[in-house]
């Protein structure tokens, strides 16, 4: 799902705005908190639309990406609703026994302590962050929503295990490296 999450953010970059949907759709069946990249694409569309105020652009990327992740969507809610007779049913089901472990050690910090502890070099995170922001404000927009969409689901959600770290390790690996990369240019 993170590969898949990662590919879709790449296609968005590429303007491949369809095979994104697909893509992200892909992930969200194969690991349903991943359906968070589609909106975090949405925000991304929505800064360049207030960057450029160009509303058929804004309008015609929205609708691609979304059409995209329809296409294997809708589909696959459509069957639930045959078989289970609720096309959320596997959602919900999926959801019932974390949610209802109220773990909460840690809010807003375990994700990042436990990529700290996972490897060291991601105390390098917020310094990428900063530095994305500073020189590559277009690569910022597209990977900032999607790394703070996962972040904060995670992290309001009362089940905390560092796998949920998985979904967006990369996500977070990617302002490492810039940071460590800036560094080292330094």
Not at 56 to 74: D, E, I, Q, R, W
């Amino acid at each position: 799902a993170s590969g898949l999450v990662l590919a879709s953010l790449y296609m968005v970059r590429k303007e491949r705005k369809l095979l994104a949907g697909i893509l992200g759709a892909s992930a969200f069946l194969m690991r349903f908190p991943a359906a968070l990249i589609g909106p975090a694409v949405i925000i991304y569309y929505s800064m360049r639309f207030l960057r450029h105020r160009d509303l058929v652009k804004y309008v015609k990327g929205s609708a691609l990406y979304t059409s995209g992740f329809m296409a294997l969507a809708v589909p696959y809610f459509l069957i639930n609703a045959y078989f289970y007779g609720n096309p959320l049913a596997p959602i919900v089901r999926g959801v019932a026994v974390p949610a209802s472990n109220p773990d909460t050690y840690l809010i807003g910090l375990y994700y990042l302590v436990g990529a700290i502890k996972s490897n060291p070099l991601h105390l390098a995170l917020i310094p990428g962050v900063y530095m994305a922001y500073r020189n590559s404000r277009e690569a910022f927009e597209l990977l900032a929503p999607a790394t703070a969409l996962y972040y904060l689901f995670f992290s309001v959600f009362p089940h905390k295990e560092t796998r949920f770290l998985l979904l967006f390790l990369p996500l977070i690996s990617i302002f490492t490296a810039k940071g460590i990369v800036e560094a080292c240019d330094r």
